[in-house]
């Protein structure tokens, strides 16, 4: 074998590794259990706004008498 197949082999097993390595922390520290949450984080999150939570609203700068942009 030349070089050249010698680096490629190498670096392939190295990101590999990398990726094998990344599933498994990914496994064990729970990343993968309640995918479905996730895409309901940004409803909860603008319902925990501090501009909706004491009952204000952001009003339009047209009914406050501003123009519009």
Not at 24 to 37: A, C, L
């Amino acid at each position: 074998m030349d070089e050249g197949t010698i680096a490629l082999t190498v670096m392939t097993g190295l990101v590999l590794m990398t990726f094998i390595g990344f599933l498994v922390w990914g496994i064990r520290s729970g990343q993968f259990k309640n995918v479905e949450d996730a895409k309901y984080q940004i409803f909860r999150h603008n319902t925990e706004d501090s501009n909706f939570s004491n009952g204000s609203k952001k009003k339009n700068p047209v009914e406050q008498g501003g123009e519009a942009k």
